[in-house]
């Protein structure tokens, strides 16, 4: 049974799971979805449009699922969807996309620390941390594990890579590679995050293996396209260096060097 706080008010037609708590003053528009056991603190908003998981637990002044900011933006029908196990802190804003259907989408176990903004139609994975004050503008992609560190701002279309961490108060305007270090304005790298890539429990042999790779791709002089085919060639049954030839072959802003 839910648990809904007397000035709490939440429309008729909003989904709400079992044991859902809603806190004082919050708001829960017609057709947004709220998953089993999950925490609304107080005065937050779900609009509609905006779908959150299981277990959930957002703190005070959350506002999910308003308009874009994207001035392209026509009125239409779009969504937020929001998976399992996130933690939401105070005050952070997650926009709906721009297009007709289109999704801002947040994966399951993240969390997004406070005053975090996520623009429209971005996509965060699994298991990604987002320190206070980090901005996504619209379409960016956090994949699994990736950290990005407080007051960062991520430009559109940006794509952070698994496992890599981007440093407090930077300017990310290319993409950050699978298992990286980036910081600065603007952000480049600063080779392997090997204190994240420890506390996940990597090898040290796979770490050197990384960091052959990295040398490879930005201490050989070969151009791009030749230190990808060598990375093939000779890393072609290694699984995290075929991640890092993936999505540098993926890449539409380039990387940062």
Do not use: W
């Amino acid at each position: 049974m839910a648990q809904i706080h007397k000035t709490a008010i939440v429309d008729p037609r909003a989904i709400l799971g079992e044991d859902v708590s809603i806190g004082p003053y919050s708001i829960v528009k017609a057709n947004a979805v709220i998953g089993d056991h999950t925490c609304i603190g107080s005065s937050c908003v779900i609009e509609s449009g905006a779908s959150l998981g299981r277990e959930c637990v957002l703190f005070t002044g959350v506002i999910i699922g308003s308009i874009t900011q994207d001035l392209k933006y026509a009125g239409k029908t779009s969504f937020v969807k929001i998976g399992d196990r996130n933690r939401i802190r105070e005050y952070v804003t997650i926009n709906l996309g721009t297009e007709e259907n289109s999704e801002t989408i947040i994966g399951n176990d993240n969390l997004l620390m406070a005053y975090v903004h996520v623009g429209h139609n971005s996509v965060i994975y699994n298991h990604s941390i987002l320190a206070n004050g980090a901005t996504l503008a619209g379409h960016v992609e956090i994949e699994n594990g990736a950290v990005v560190g407080g007051l960062s701002a991520l430009h559109q279309f940006v794509r952070i890579g698994k496992q890599a961490i981007v440093g407090g108060c930077s300017k990310v305007v290319q993409d950050v590679i699978p298992y990286a270090r980036a910081d600065g304005h603007p952000a480049k790298l600063y080779g392997l995050n090997s204190i994240g890539l420890n506390r996940k429990n990597f090898s040290l042999e796979l770490q050197a293996l990384l960091k052959k790779a990295f040398k490879i791709l930005f201490r050989s002089q070969l151009p791009l396209s030749q230190a990808l085919s060598k990375l093939k060639d000779q890393y072609q049954d290694t699984v995290e260096v075929m991640d890092v030839v993936r999505f540098i072959e993926k890449s539409s802003r380039g990387i940062c060097r």
